[in-house]
Every structure is written in structure tokens, then in C-alpha cells.
């Protein structure tokens, strides 16, 4: 009996051995080229809840007019080597387009210097419901990405916002979850020396909110009398995307 | 005692064949990879974007941007479709407004993969969604590093009407199946 029971084991414990030798295999065969996509999570201090937000249909835009210093535009001559590859390279597997690295119910919303912005919500199931904003009133949206029609667009302008805030909290339901994302609050540069920013929110006990995600686009250091949405001159482009922009992955550009 | 030791060695056994399933990568969510857009931006735009020194003529759709705040752009799968990024100024109104194009994708050449060709002087003509047709002339042609890209330049308050045509270009990145370059078209609107 015992005997028998020994040799069920024996058979069972090199099954699973199998099983972990063939693991590695099938997990690298599953594995793409692409770069891992990294989900930060921050933290947020809050004392006070979202508010509820009725979203209109009808988008309210905003054509601005400032004349702000123009950013001088330099010719730039071409920094790295002009392209080295051909289109015969197209033929290698390696014209692959990066992995899709959308997550459903998942959120982010950016506000840029001048106060205006846009929340944007992963949701494949079709618009989103029950949007509600820390410091902001929606103006439009939603509205479906042009070119990916589960993500989801409102567009925002801070309503009040404290001195110093970078970041604020939003939440909406997506076919029927919960979810919540953070709002960045793009922050206006120093000030010239010669002209004194106007602070106009004086809420004294709202909340202050200091984590930022790290797949954020880049804010910069301000001083708190410098928070958009009063003092900050009007962005023309509410808010400048992050990095370059990807528009090309055959490897046939010449 | 053998009993004992063949009971820890099935146990052991099972244990790992249940560590194996484990591992397995958990279900997805049925998310499905595409859904169709019937709900697009719907304030003015503008709805085509032409470029007749290099053939270039699309319909533009409007992107915003990503969850990590990077640009949405089109579909690798349709590399002929141009568009608008509707945080951008809408094109005739002052500022900079911002339309993309792919270089290429699927293999294939995309609508933007002869802008680099562009020279001062040359008419890019755009469409808006009120009837407006508008003409720009381009000003200057720069090919930027992504990693560095010029934000306050591209995407900087301007005192006039401009246009900003932006695809990639420059040396193709392997590795990241990603060109390292962007190249970015500066046209200002004509009679302005």
C-alpha cells in the first residue's frame, strides 16, 4: 500500500515538474518586444468630495485671443542621422506596431495653464456616467477619441481652484464600475519679475493636493499664487500633449 | 513512515501542479480591441487637410490625448488618416493648431510620408466644419528629436493663425518600433 501510494506520487510530482519545465516556454512564446507599460498609482489628500457634474452636450469653445510673447521658432537642422533604414526593412518582423496598452476604466484628466483642459476615460462599453470633478465644471463631452473609440473625452475648465493645488481627484461609472482617476494641474512658470500674478482663490480649507502620477505630463515647480484658472494667461493649445508623437512604425519613412 | 512520506510527497505534488495554474495569466476582461466611433467631437473643427506639392488629401478626425498624456493617433491600420488634436486651436483661429499624420504603418507609406519634403512657400489647404476654407503657406521645416521635442515651440501661444503638420521621421529606433525623430511643418495662414 505503501508502496503504491509512493509511486501515485512519484507520477503526480513529475507531472507537475513537467508542467513548470513547459511553463517558461509557453510564457516566452506569449512575450512581446514591447516596452512593459508601468500603472503608477499616487496618492491623494483630500478633505472635500467631488462634486457631481451634470454634462451638456453642447461643447463650449473657447477661441482665445491673448497675444502672449510668441516662443521664438528656430530652423533646427536635422540633430540625428536621416534615416538609415529601407524598405526592405519592412519585411522583418520588427515593423510591428507597439503593444495596445489601453486599460478599461481607467482615467486621467489634464488642465493646462491656462485653466482649460480635458478628462479622458478608458471606457469600452460605451460613455461613461456619473462624472463627477474636484475644482472643475465640464463643459463638453463626452466625446469619442477620433481614433479610439473607447476612450472618452470631457472637456474642463477649473471652477475654483486653492492656491498651490496640482492635483485633483474624479471619479465616473463605466457600464455600471466605479472609477476614479487624477487631475493634473499644468502649472504656470515663474512669473517675470516685473509683473506680480493676482491669487484670487481664497478657500481656506480646501484641500491640497500634492502626488502626481508619474505618466503625467511634465509639470514644472510654481509658486502657489501662480495656479491657473485666474492669474494664468490663456494656453492656446490647452494642453501640450507629452513627449513626441508617434505616427510612424514601418521603418519605411525615407 | 513511507505512507507518511508518499502523502507529503503527493501533497507537494499537487501543491505545484496547483502553483502551475496559478501562474497562468489571469482571464481578461472581454474589452474588445476596437469599438466604433458614433459619438465624435462635435464642436467646429476642421474636416479635410490637403497637400498638393505631395499628394497628401485626408479627412481629419479629432484626437485628445491618452491616459498617460500623450497624443491619440490613428490606427497604425489606416496610415492614410490624418487628424486634428482638438485640445489644438481650431485652424483660422488664433494659435497653433496641431494636425498629425502617420509616416507610415501596415507597411505602407501614410499620408504625411513626404512632409519632410515641404519647403517654404508650398499651400497647405484646410476645410473646416462651418465651410471655411482656408489656405496656409509654409514657413519652415524642422526635424526634432523626440526625446527632446520642442514643446513651447510647437505648441506656444503664436499672435497669428498658424498651422502645425507633425509626423516622425529621422533614424527608425528597432528596438522601441519607433523613429527617434519627429518632423514638424510651420505654415501660417495665407492673408492673415
Known amino acids: ?254 | 513512515m513511507t505512507v507518511r512520506r508518499a502523502a507529503v510527497a503527493l501533497a507537494l505534488a499537487l501543491t505545484l501542479a496547483g502553483c502551475g495554474s496559478a501562474t497562468d495569466p489571469p482571464k481578461a476582461a472581454s474589452v474588445p480591441s476596437s469599438v466604433p466611433v458614433t459619438a465624435p467631437f462635435k464642436g467646429l473643427r476642421p474636416t479635410s487637410v490637403r497637400i498638393p506639392k505631395i499628394g497628401a488629401d485626408s479627412s481629419l478626425i479629432s484626437v485628445g490625448l491618452k491616459t498617460d498624456g500623450s497624443i491619440s493617433v490613428p490606427s497604425v491600420h489606416k496610415p492614410m488618416q490624418a487628424a486634428w488634436y482638438q485640445l489644438s486651436p481650431v485652424p483660422g483661429d488664433v494659435g497653433p493648431a496641431v494636425v498629425l499624420g502617420h509616416v507610415d504603418g501596415d507597411k505602407k507609406p501614410g499620408i504625411f510620408f513626404k512632409l519632410k519634403d515641404l519647403a517654404p512657400g508650398d499651400e497647405v489647404d484646410v476645410d473646416r466644419s462651418d465651410g471655411k476654407k482656408l489656405k496656409f503657406v509654409v514657413d519652415h521645416v524642422t526635424q526634432v528629436p523626440k526625446d527632446t521635442f520642442p514643446r513651447d515651440a510647437v505648441y506656444g501661444n503664436s499672435a497669428k493663425p498658424e498651422l502645425r503638420l507633425i509626423t516622425c521621421g529621422g533614424a527608425f529606433d528597432h528596438a522601441e518600433h519607433s523613429y527617434k525623430d519627429n518632423i514638424v511643418v510651420y505654415a501660417n495662414l495665407a492673408d492673415a
Not at chain 1, 500500500?1 to 512564446?29: E, H, N, Q, W
Not at chain 1, 481614433?147 to 486653492?162: E, M
Request: proline residues 9%.
Open chain 1, 1 to 254: 500500500m505503501g508502496r503504491t501510494l509512493s509511486r501515485v506520487a512519484g507520477i503526480v510530482s513529475a507531472g507537475a515538474l513537467i508542467t513548470f519545465a513547459a511553463a517558461p516556454a509557453a510564457l516566452a512564446d506569449d512575450e512581446t518586444p514591447t516596452s512593459e507599460t508601468t500603472t503608477a498609482t499616487s496618492e491623494t489628500t483630500t478633505t472635500t468630495a467631488p462634486t457631481t457634474t451634470e454634462t451638456t452636450a453642447s461643447s463650449v469653445p473657447v477661441t482665445t485671443t491673448g497675444t502672449t510673447s510668441a516662443p521664438a521658432t528656430t530652423d533646427v537642422t536635422s540633430t540625428t542621422t536621416p534615416g538609415t533604414t529601407t524598405p526592405e526593412d519592412t519585411t522583418t518582423a520588427t515593423s510591428e506596431p507597439p503593444k495596445d496598452d489601453y486599460q478599461d476604466n481607467t482615467g486621467a484628466g489634464f488642465v493646462g495653464v491656462g485653466g482649460e483642459g480635458s478628462l479622458t476615460i478608458n471606457c469600452a462599453a460605451g460613455a461613461p456616467g456619473n462624472v463627477a470633478t474636484q475644482y472643475l465644471s465640464v463643459t463638453g463631452g463626452p466625446d469619442q477619441d477620433g481614433a479610439d473609440g473607447r476612450i472618452w473625452h470631457y472637456s474642463v475648465r477649473v471652477d475654483q481652484l486653492p492656491p498651490g493645488t496640482t492635483t485633483g481627484k474624479f471619479s465616473w461609472t463605466c457600464d455600471g464600475i466605479d472609477g476614479e482617476g487624477v487631475v493634473v494641474f499644468e502649472q504656470a512658470p515663474p512669473p517675470d519679475s516685473s509683473t506680480a500674478p493676482v491669487a484670487t482663490a481664497t478657500a481656506s480649507t480646501a484641500p491640497v493636493t500634492t502626488a502626481v502620477a508619474s505618466t503625467a505630463p511634465v509639470t514644472t515647480a510654481t509658486p502657489a499664487s501662480a495656479a491657473p484658472g485666474n492669474a494664468a494667461p490663456k494656453a492656446q493649445v490647452k494642453v501640450a500633449p507629452k513627449g513626441g508623437i508617434e505616427t510612424g512604425f514601418g521603418g519605411t519613412a525615407p
